[in-house]
């Protein structure tokens, strides 16, 4: 009698629409007997109606795109489950109506449990002695998805999972306590974004974009057919499988049962049938790994946007909340790299991505920190096995691959954090700034002897060392002999001169001065020396002995174009949130943040970094405003003759021109850019590649500001200009009046 009743639908129906369903009837019309026995009606009925009825959603997890400054390049997708959530009217009819056949044909007559579903799988059950269908709703589906999503546990993955008539019967109360709250078509929504489709499709928009490369509004009744057909064993049903039979059986059967609900013309189904299925496969993109090939140099900068991303306390509380919110998060990022820019470093560096030395620049932007382009000579790949033999002849493996032509070394800074490279005499800069802030003035003047003894920087085992304790540091030429102020200082890159500067200023605040501007310590020795109060003996920083990376070097020069306002680099514009609100995040003072907002803050005095790039000017040929540059220089007319406007800078090299540098700026850019072996630091670049990392900036800056309004360097004061006169060099710098912090 009661298989009667049931397979009629009988008594059953009116009781489960009210919600006032028996655990003990439940149990018995979805599993065989056996499964619940021992369990009588009352304490059923007891045992249901406390089972927990409110669906604690979390928000599924979504993909994170990752774009160009532009909005439009797409450089790469973050995530763990490929979906984004789409609204459903963002979805054809096709695809609502195909699923419904394909999973659910009364989803719209039932109040989110099938009395008939379940009398059927009753039955089929109880003949076979096991589960062997679940009469599983659209609705149903959907919570079985949702505690599964929101599990935090192993055990509680399990129990959303496994197959036991308990889960079975807390599904049915929350899927009947849902349909109270939900409209069927919201719930169809929310089910087409958590279903799986196979191929790492989770949703309708990831599996339309990977089987058929189109968007969930565009799908045709046979494309939505076969998708639909996937959801119940997406690797048997897979249609790029190499035997195609089963996904098309499907599809066709899916056809079928949407002629049979009035949802598709018979001779459409027919038309659609005959057809084979036709996949155009998109495999979308995940991590900096997947960049495309035709903007395979992306990957460095991408990076460099996943190391700042894993420092944003936006994203979370440590590391691993940052990483899974990238993954998980569904945002849409707008970062800083400009495309057109980009290509244009690559175009201008001067170096065959064959070569044993790597030649980068790094374009940033002053008074923002963004970062515009990072151009390298390598391709950005995982794969060696081509590549040449490291140029490090020392190695106890001769047959050790090298960085050329593939690598994701992060070349040009940022990432990985790399070693860097020495930077040489670009590292003057930080020792004028710290003159001019400490209150020296650009005509401060000091002989400077060809070779300078100094009894205060002993060296510490620094080229130069001379005996007795002192360190005597020579110029690169002879003719720098004489009496030089901050602009023929600089200009010429008088070594004698800018030693005495920082002996008179205390090389410890030169070392802060650097470290105000965002230079870090890459190695246990350029820490050490970095650290007070060994760092007021470090006479050989100015040389630019410690250190450093391109994308240091152009945020810290940027700064001095930005008139000492240093922002923190900076590689992204905007982010989003799946809800279409910016990220945000509160900060100590309880203020609510952008995620993407600059981080700077003035850290010199605006005409201090005037001064400085007056003195800058005599470098480039452009000429100081406040005095004359002397003269000559060392690079000529070359900057200011390639660019055509104005433009400041400073070149470096190091012993023996094992690296050559160039960092330049106008108004609008920095750009710093440097030639240098990254496998064997000690192999020489030579003279003759000088001007290398010249053309390489200069070229690109020029070729970023085309087309733009010229915009001119604002002259400092006279108040630091000061007047013409010799100061003797002290023999120690002054004391501190307290311990630096």
């Not at 049931?6 to 009781?15: E, F, K, S, V």
């Not at 589960?131 to 129990?159: C, H, I, W």
């Not at 005037?610 to 007319?637: E, F, I, K, L």
Request: glycine share 8%; aromatic share 10%; charged share 20%.
């Amino acid at each position: 009698m009661m298989k009667r009743t049931l397979a009629a639908g009988g008594r059953l129906a009116p009781i489960l629409r009210a919600g006032l369903i028996s655990g003990v009837i439940v149990a018995a019309v979805t599993y065989p007997l056996a499964a619940v026995g021992g369990l009588g009606v009352k304490s059923g009925v007891d045992w249901y109606t406390s089972l927990p009825s409110d669906l604690h959603v979390q928000p599924p997890a979504q993909t994170t795109y990752v774009y160009a400054s532009d909005n439009k390049t797409l450089l790469t997708t973050f995530y763990e489950e490929h979906r984004k959530y789409t609204s459903i009217n963002d979805m054809s009819e096709n695809i609502q109506h195909a699923i419904v056949a394909a999973e659910d044909a009364r989803f719209y007559e039932h109040n989110g449990v099938d009395v008939k579903g379940i009398a059927r799988a009753f039955v089929a059950n109880h003949n076979n002695g096991e589960v062997t269908q679940g009469a599983s709703t659209l609705t149903m589906q959907y919570v079985r998805a949702t505690l599964r999503d929101g599990a935090q546990t192993p055990e509680e993955v399990k129990d959303a999972t496994e197959q036991t008539s308990g889960r079975k019967i807390r599904e049915i109360r929350l899927a009947i306590e849902l349909e109270k709250q939900l409209s069927k078509q919201e719930i169809l929504e929310r089910y087409l974004n958590v279903a799986y489709f196979g191929h790492r499709a989770y949703g309708i928009f990831a599996a339309s974009q990977i089987f058929f490369s189109k968007s969930p509004k565009d799908l045709t009744p046979s494309e939505a057919a076969t998708l639909a057909g996937l959801v119940q064993a997406p690797s048997l049903y897979d249609p790029a499988n190499s035997d195609p039979g089963p996904a098309t059986e499907r599809r066709n059967y899916v056809l079928k049962r949407m002629v049979d609900l009035g949802y598709l013309q018979a001779s459409e189904a027919t038309a659609a049938e005959k057809q084979p299925i036709k996949l155009k496969i998109t495999n979308p993109p995940n991590d900096c790994v997947s960049i495309p090939n035709n903007i395979n140099s992306f990957g460095y900068f991408c990076d460099v946007f996943k190391e700042w991303w894993m420092e944003q306390p936006a994203f979370g509380k440590n590391a691993a909340e940052r990483e899974s919110n990238l993954r998980r998060g569904g945002y849409r990022v707008v970062t800083s790299i400009d495309p057109r820019i980009q290509a244009a470093a690559q175009r201008n560096i001067g170096v065959s991505k064959s070569s044993v030395f790597a030649n980068g620049v790094v374009l940033v932007e002053p008074r923002t920190g963004l970062i515009k382009a990072m151009g390298i000579n390598r391709y950005y790949s995982l794969d060696q096995s081509q590549n040449g033999t490291n140029s490090d002849y020392n190695k106890a493996n001769a047959n050790i691959k090298g960085n050329y032509p593939n690598t994701v070394n992060p070349l040009d800074g940022g990432g990985l954090s790399p070693a860097g490279y020495q930077a040489g005499s670009t590292f003057k800069m930080f020792t004028m700034l710290a003159a001019l802030q400490s209150g020296m003035k650009l005509t401060q003047s000091f002989y400077a002897p060809n070779t300078y003894v100094s009894k205060y920087f002993a060296g510490w085992g620094e080229r130069g060392s001379c005996g007795g304790g002192h360190w005597c540091p020579s110029n690169a030429s002879a003719a720098m002999t004489g009496t030089q102020n901050m602009w023929t200082g600089f200009g010429k890159s008088v070594n004698t001169y800018f030693v005495q500067l920082e002996q008179a200023v205390g090389a410890d605040n030169v070392v802060k001065m650097a470290e105000s501007l965002g230079l870090t310590w890459h190695n246990d020795v350029d820490t050490m020396m970095a650290t007070y109060p060994r760092s007021r003996t470090w006479g050989a920083f100015t040389l630019g002995v410690a250190d450093t990376t391109p994308l240091e070097m152009a945020t810290a020069y940027a700064a001095v174009a930005g008139d000492g306002l240093y922002c923190k680099a900076r590689p992204v514009m905007e982010i989003w949130k799946p809800d279409g609100t910016p990220a945000t995040y509160t900060n100590a003072d309880g203020d609510s943040v952008m995620a993407a907002a600059p981080q700077c803050k003035q850290v010199v005095d605006p005409q201090v970094a005037r001064a400085a790039t007056d003195a800058a000017r005599c470098v480039t040929g452009y000429g100081a405003a406040r005095a004359s540059c002397g003269s000559w220089n060392t690079t000529g007319s070359l900057p200011y003759n390639l660019l055509g406007r104005p433009i400041a800078g400073k070149t470096g090299t190091t012993d023996d021109t094992r690296a050559a540098w160039f960092v330049g700026f106008t108004p609008e850019l920095a750009a710093a850019s440097f030639m240098a072996d990254p496998d064997n630091p000690f192999n020489v670049v030579g003279d003759w590649n000088y001007n290398v990392p010249i053309n390489a900036a200069v070229l690109t800056l020029k070729d970023a500001l085309a087309n733009t309004p010229v915009h001119y360097f604002t002259p400092p004061s006279g108040a630091i200009v000061g007047g013409a006169k010799y100061v003797e060099a002290p023999k120690s710098p002054a004391k501190p009046k307290k311990k630096p912090r």
